[in-house]
């Protein structure tokens, strides 16, 4: 069953405008979150809209306001996100930056205290359309989840950092995180019955495993950092990073403590004509990504592939012929809908 | 055998200047070589001596000369470093991005053609005792070793990126690279008759190995990216995002299918002054130093540690009670020194 993508955005602005955000908010988290499921990341786009409702029921998402300016020195931007919807306030921040960025050519904002930013992906071809490079990390400081290389205990959240990058055809998208897996991740496998590909994830002794119910049991295991036991001081030092950038910078983080569901954010725009031009940028990135196709792949029937591709690829058919959702998301909204008299797009 | 660190640095540039170099260049690359040696980095540091002059008599190394300035906005700079020595290049390059960084709040420099600038982890201190953020990645246009994800042709270097953190002690320096190790770890492995400690190669027709000997024989297999066969679309993505900023925004890179050794170089220095600040930077890096040194190790014997913290004691002892370099190291630089009727250093 497939529905228009514009109907999925239609319907995800009439609930979070029944809950309470002003049109502009409510749009911009509906229209990022079916961007999302266009682009593959089902874990972070219409999957949300039940948590977000609850969050602005309970008062742990903001409803109304705008963030507050810390310090704003042209290139360098601090706010405080006040727990506002994370999505629209990353989509009002890399706005921001990228008009920034075109002034002074570069332009860094980091970001405590937004509320969940859903998927990084979503937010960097508003960017690489114009040409330029876009970065954008997050963390929680108030959950973790993943362990230190070599140790069992959770210091970090999965730590996502993303790059987009223009080429002459479909932007480089990279989101990657510095844990090999994530909790939903596990929580899914979990509930199908199945297990992780590899030793992603440790019990609390530090035993690797491919068992993802050690993430729910107690004592709780730990996600394993990106490269796991074998050499994951990699992710882990990508963790490090993560946290420095989103909450150093921000000025708030683990040493304060805090409770609650949110985003530190850090996102950078980079105009290649502040460096060596637009051109020379997507000369060098264009000849890069068909290098990278024309390898002779592993196996025959799987071309090697280029992060984003299909991402791309997805959006443009969501757009263009709609879009098929996990029947699971649909049931996840319906009684949330219904809730607010809203009524049920129909399938194309 | 232990040598004094200034003995050792003395002979480095003694060298450097024999074979052309002025006292500047010859200092800088001599210095950053032992203090990469004494950070436990020993693949990228006197070990290189023979390498680099080489370089320097062959003319691939460039003698003489100043970067060539080809764009120069303030907080966004461009070079060609002309193939000089690397490393002066980068030290140079950290030192006026620190300063412009002071005033603008951060400063991007990238560089085209540097020779090789050796050790990331090296430049990093000169920063973070600043009390700010200092990022270095670099790639070779040149060189291919390591595989994208699902493919079993080279396309990339291994193109560490590295980021050095200020906390209340020592400084986190991260330096990985985006291939789970490197050609160099291949050829001292192979020598030594050893093998990786996973499956950290492939060879030709894409089978993963521990056997470093592929990487050596024809048909030449290839690096994994960082994830290897299993998740390598991580270590993938990171490989095109330092490709990208490297060569992509220097604008000369695989393209133009350069030859020879060269360093494409992206750095980035971030005063936290111009975010929430300098104390709050170090309030939160400290507490999640703190926290990662006391989680519980998977192995008693092994207490969680930080990245660079064993490279900062190394330091500090190096300069302290001098520093045992590998007898292969020494034996490597004798007859070059040698050859330049420089006698060696004796040992403390």
């Not at 609850?54 to 290139?75: A, F």
């Not at 359309?129 to 290389?149: R, Y």
């Not at 030092?237 to 946290?243: I, K, S, Y």
Request: overall charge negative.
């Amino acid at each position: 069953m497939k529905y228009a993508f514009q109907d999925l955005v239609d319907l995800g602005t009439k609930i979070f405008l029944a809950a309470g955000l002003n049109e502009e908010k409510a749009e911009s988290v509906s229209r990022l979150l079916v961007t999302a499921d266009a682009m593959g990341h089902t874990t972070h786009g219409l999957a949300q809209v039940p948590f977000y409702v609850k969050g602005l029921k309970d008062g742990t998402m903001t409803i109304e306001g705008e963030p507050e300016v810390l310090q704003d020195r042209g290139p360098t931007v601090v706010w405080n996100g006040k727990r506002l919807p994370g999505i629209w306030l990353a989509e009002k921040a890399m706005t921001l930056a990228a008009e920034r960025a075109k002034k002074y050519g570069t332009c860094t904002l980091t970001m405590r205290e937004a509320h969940h930013i859903g998927c990084l992906a979503a937010f960097l071809p508003a960017v690489t359309e114009q040409g330029m490079i876009a970065i954008l990390a997050t963390s929680d400081p108030s959950g973790k989840a993943v362990a230190p290389f070599g140790g069992v205990e959770p210091v970090f959240t999965p730590n996502p950092y993303a790059m987009g990058i223009p080429t002459e055809g479909d932007p480089i998208l990279v989101d990657i995180s510095c844990s090999i897996s994530t909790v939903s991740m596990a929580g899914r496998l979990n509930a199908e019955g199945r297990r992780f590909p590899g030793k992603w994830v440790q019990d609390a002794e530090g035993n690797a495993t491919d068992d993802p119910s050690v993430m729910l049991s107690e004592p709780k295991g730990t996600l394993l950092p990106l490269g796991g036991q074998e050499y994951g001081h990699k992710g882990y030092g990508m963790a490090l990073m993560v946290e420095t950038l989103t909450q150093g910078l921000s000025g708030f983080g683990r040493a304060d403590q805090p409770t609650g569901w949110q985003g530190s954010v850090f996102l950078q725009v980079l105009d290649p004509e502040a460096f060596a031009g637009a051109d020379s940028l997507k000369r060098q990135t264009e000849f890069l990504a068909e290098t990278c196709r024309n390898v002779k792949p592993a196996d025959v029937s799987r071309p090697v592939r280029l992060p984003g591709g299909k991402a791309s690829v997805g959006l443009r058919a969501a757009k263009a012929e709609g879009l098929e959702l996990y029947e699971t998301i649909m049931k996840g909204i319906e009684p949330v809908a219904e809730g607010f008299g809203i009524s049920m797009p129909s399938p194309l």
